[in-house]
Structures are given as structure tokens and as C-alpha cells.
């Protein structure tokens, strides 16, 4: 009998792998489909579409795509990015842990309503805010400029600041009145032991607010007019073009390229992005 039972086991965990082990397959082919495009002719991405292994190698689809267009190397759409991106996570983190740790450690007259409404913000569509965000750029001349896409970030982020809010609720109050004890005010209590602390949670929203940004198309194509300002994102849409013969191979290449930043970011910090929402989830 234990051996049968064993032996069930056994066969569930086999089916159980096996299942697993395909359905990655099927969420990874679209990556593994874009990597080996990158890889062949543009006449054989359409003509053998279905096939992972290229005929015939051609890596010139990298140095070509690398090379740019307009005369800009694809160097300067990457330096863009990064400018974007880390200044974008630098704002985030500052901004929402300060007003995360407001919330969370510091009484203040109607707290519990101006949380709610931080809260409400969520709930507003991005097209809602799109135009009156505009006309305001516009209006101050920040139109054609990273600044709209890096200065609201040190405005903070509203499920940014849940987050972190949910992750100092679950610190114990007890520290903060040692430090009082200690001499301590509430700065000193934030910078010496709270930030210490908040260290997987700052890893966490770091990491998202990097994929958002790095993926980010939209923001890009309405604020930059300037192609020396594109992004990555935006750099690789204007591969495309309807009115002349577009790249693909080329504009697969980079598109390969834009990934590694991303992948490299998820297998360095994935313990914490893990730590992160776990202790944020259960604590609070």
C-alpha cells in the first residue's frame, strides 16, 4: 500500500512538472520567437516564421540596429532611458517613504481622510489625467524635456506608498520609543532606523517602478518631440516605418537588447521583489 501511494506521488509530481515545464514554454515562445527573428533575414521571419532555428545566422541585425537611425546611435537612446528610469526610482523611493512613514508613525490631524484620498487616487484612469497633465507641462515650457517624466516621481506614487505604509505598520512601535528614550526625534528615528528596516520594501518598489518606466511607451511619445531625446521604447517604434522598407531584423535586435536590463534587474533582486510583497501582504 505505501509503495502504491508512493509510487502516485511519484506520477503526480512527474505530471505536475511536465505541465509546468510547458506552460513556461508557451509564456517564454514569444521571447524565444522575437530572439531567434533577431536573429535571421527579413525575407525568412515572414517566410519561416515557424521556425526557432534560423536557415542562415545573421547577426548583423545587432551592429545595424545598434547603428541607429537619423544619424543617432542607439547608445543614446539606452543613456535616455537610464537618465529616465534611475532619476524616476531615485524621486519614487524618497518621496514614498517619507509620506509613506507620515502615515504610518506620524499623528496628524484628519490622517485616516488624507490617506483615503491618497488611496482614491488609484482609482483615476490614466486618460483622465493625460490632458490637463499636458496643458500644465506646456504651459511652464517642459514640453520636449525629460522633466515631465522624472520631476512627478518625487511627488510620490500612491501604491508605492501603500506599499511601504503597509510594510512600517508591521514594524513595532516599541523601536521608535526606545529612540525617543534615546534622544531621537522623528527625523533622526526615520534616517537611523526606519530606512534600515525598509530596505526590502524600498528593493521592491525600486524594481517596479524600474519595469514601469522602462517599459513605458506613451509618456515618452507625447512629452519628447526630439529624436535625440527618444527613449528605448520609443526608438524601437520608429524602426517602423509604413511609407519605406522597415528593418525587422534590425528592430527585433534591439528589441532583444531593451530586454536585458530587465532580465538582469529580476535575477539580481527576485529574492527581494519576493520578501518585499510577502512582507507587505502579511504584515500591516
Same mark, same amino acid.
Given at each position: 500500500?505505501?509503495?502504491?501511494?508512493?509510487?502516485?506521488?511519484?506520477?503526480?509530481?512527474?505530471?505536475?512538472?511536465?505541465?509546468?515545464?510547458?506552460?513556461?514554454?508557451?509564456?517564454?515562445?514569444?521571447?524565444?520567437?522575437?530572439?531567434?527573428?533577431?536573429?535571421?533575414?527579413?525575407?525568412?521571419?515572414?517566410?519561416?516564421?515557424?521556425?526557432?532555428?534560423?536557415?542562415?545566422?545573421?547577426?548583423?541585425?545587432?551592429?545595424?540596429?545598434? #547603428?541607429?537611425?537619423?544619424? $543617432?546611435?542607439?547608445? !543614446?537612446?539606452?543613456?535616455?532611458?537610464? @537618465? %529616465? =528610469?534611475?532619476?524616476?526610482?531615485?524621486?519614487?523611493?524618497?518621496?514614498?517613504?517619507?509620506?509613506?512613514?507620515?502615515?504610518?508613525?506620524?499623528?496628524?490631524?484628519?490622517?485616516?481622510?488624507?490617506?483615503?484620498?491618497?488611496?482614491?487616487?488609484?482609482?483615476?484612469?490614466?486618460?483622465?489625467?493625460?490632458?490637463?497633465?499636458?496643458?500644465?507641462?506646456?504651459?511652464?515650457?517642459?514640453?520636449?524635456?525629460?522633466?515631465?517624466?522624472?520631476?512627478?516621481?518625487?511627488?510620490?506614487?500612491?501604491?508605492?506608498?501603500?506599499?511601504?505604509?503597509?510594510?512600517?505598520?508591521?514594524?513595532?512601535?516599541?523601536?521608535?520609543?526606545?529612540?525617543?528614550?534615546?534622544?531621537?526625534? #522623528?527625523?533622526?528615528?526615520? $534616517?537611523?532606523?526606519? !530606512?534600515?528596516?525598509?530596505?526590502?520594501? @524600498? %528593493? =521592491?518598489?525600486?524594481?517596479?517602478?524600474?519595469?514601469?518606466?522602462?517599459?513605458?511607451?506613451?509618456?515618452?511619445?507625447?512629452?519628447?518631440?526630439?529624436?535625440?531625446?527618444?527613449?528605448?521604447?520609443?526608438?524601437?517604434?520608429?524602426?517602423?516605418?509604413?511609407?519605406?522598407?522597415?528593418?525587422?531584423?534590425?528592430?527585433?535586435?534591439?528589441?532583444?537588447?531593451?530586454?536585458?536590463?530587465?532580465?538582469?534587474?529580476?535575477?539580481?533582486?527576485?529574492?527581494?521583489?519576493?520578501?518585499?510583497?510577502?512582507?507587505?501582504?502579511?504584515?500591516?
Amino acid at each position: 500500500m505505501n509503495s502504491s501511494a508512493k509510487t502516485i506521488r511519484q506520477s503526480g509530481r512527474i505530471v505536475v512538472h511536465v505541465f509546468v515545464t510547458l506552460f513556461a514554454f508557451v509564456m517564454i515562445y514569444p521571447v524565444l520567437w522575437m530572439l531567434s527573428s533577431s536573429l535571421k533575414d527579413t525575407t525568412e521571419i515572414f517566410t519561416h516564421a515557424h521556425q526557432l532555428i534560423p536557415l542562415k545566422w545573421n547577426f548583423d541585425n545587432y551592429v545595424n540596429g545598434f #547603428k541607429g537611425f537619423a544619424g $543617432i546611435s542607439f547608445s !543614446v537612446f539606452f543613456k535616455n532611458s537610464f @537618465i %529616465i =528610469t534611475i532619476l524616476s526610482v531615485i524621486g519614487t523611493v524618497i518621496s514614498s517613504t517619507m509620506v509613506a512613514y507620515g502615515f504610518a508613525r506620524i499623528r496628524f490631524k484628519w490622517a485616516p481622510f488624507w490617506f483615503g484620498c491618497m488611496m482614491l487616487t488609484m482609482m483615476l484612469p490614466g486618460e483622465v489625467l493625460m490632458i490637463p497633465q499636458y496643458i500644465f507641462f506646456h504651459k511652464i515650457g517642459w514640453i520636449n524635456t525629460f522633466l515631465p517624466l522624472i520631476v512627478p516621481a518625487f511627488f510620490g506614487g500612491a501604491f508605492f506608498i501603500f506599499l511601504t505604509t503597509q510594510f512600517l505598520r508591521g514594524i513595532p512601535k516599541e523601536l521608535d520609543e526606545s529612540a525617543y528614550i534615546d534622544g531621537c526625534d #522623528k527625523y533622526q528615528i526615520f $534616517i537611523r532606523i526606519m !530606512v534600515p528596516l525598509l530596505v526590502p520594501a @524600498i %528593493i =521592491t518598489v525600486s524594481i517596479f517602478k524600474f519595469y514601469w518606466t522602462w517599459d513605458d511607451f506613451f509618456s515618452p511619445l507625447l512629452y519628447l518631440n526630439s529624436p535625440k531625446l527618444a527613449t528605448v521604447s520609443l526608438a524601437i517604434k520608429n524602426f517602423s516605418d509604413p511609407t519605406m522598407k522597415t528593418d525587422w531584423g534590425a528592430m527585433f535586435a534591439m528589441s532583444i537588447l531593451s530586454l536585458v536590463p530587465i532580465v538582469v534587474v529580476f535575477f539580481v533582486f527576485q529574492k527581494y521583489i519576493v520578501e518585499g510583497i510577502s512582507t507587505t501582504g502579511l504584515k500591516g
